[in-house]
């Protein structure tokens, strides 16, 4: 038993570093596991991305009429990325997208002509509009002058018509007075007359019998 005893103590630290070995190798094979897993996970939601990007990129595509069977439709068996994706970007799409963007150059060009003409369509009616507006305030402004010297017309005829009803007003309040003066003076020259006649009838009445008197005097004297 003696003579086993050295190789036996010898294997022990072998045994050793390989239980070691194989437990590190067993815990590096679960984090390469969690990793793939993480791995397998993220590519998932990657690939729901790009699902959910194609869906947009189609839209967009039908949108924008760059030509008919355009189409991006993800793949996840496929290898390369035009074949992910269902369509090569260099060979299919881009030679539309190209052809599309010259479309909307060509366009835009053409656009931008029409709205230099339209500018310079437009700068002539502002100025033919400002040319109005002062054409229309030198018209205005002499309206104005000539609504002004009506109005101060206006304010003398009516003042003028104001001193005339106020001075015949008057007159005829003079009138009024002179012609009740007058009645005045009539009545009391009427009385006077009567009076007078009255007077006159009197005296010659009494001179009638005074003569009448000195004829009989003289009648029997």
């Not at 008057?170 to 012609?179: A, F, G, P, Q, S």
């Not at 009427?190 to 009494?206: G, N, Y």
Request: glycine share 4%; net charge negative; hydrophobic share 35%.
């Amino acid at each position: 038993m003696s003579s086993f005893g050295p190789s036996l103590w010898a294997s022990e630290p072998i045994r050793y570093t390989l239980s070691r070995d194989i437990m590190d190798a067993e815990v590096a094979r679960n984090g390469w596991e969690e990793k793939s897993w993480d791995l397998d996970t993220m590519i998932g939601h990657k690939f729901k991305e790009l699902e959910a990007l194609s869906i947009e990129c189609n839209q967009a595509l039908r949108s924008v009429k760059v030509g008919t069977g355009f189409a991006v439709c993800v793949e996840c068996q496929r290898s390369s990325p035009a074949e992910v994706l269902g369509i090569d970007y260099k060979s299919t799409l881009k030679p539309a997208l190209d052809s599309f963007a010259d479309d909307i150059n060509k366009s835009f060009m053409s656009k931008l002509e029409e709205l230099i003409s339209l500018q310079q369509q437009s700068v002539e009616n502002a100025a033919k509009i400002e040319a109005k507006r002062n054409r229309v305030a030198a018209l205005q402004s002499n309206c104005d002058e000539v609504e002004a010297q009506v109005n101060y017309l206006r304010k003398e005829t009516q003042n003028y018509t104001s001193r005339c009803k106020n001075e015949a007003k008057k007159l005829v309040e003079d009138v009024e007075i002179e012609t009740h003066n007058v009645d005045v003076v009539e009545r009391e020259v009427a009385d006077v007359l009567e009076t007078s006649k009255l007077k006159l009838q009197e005296a010659i009445k009494q001179r009638d019998e005074e003569i009448q008197m000195c004829l009989g005097t003289l009648c029997f004297g």
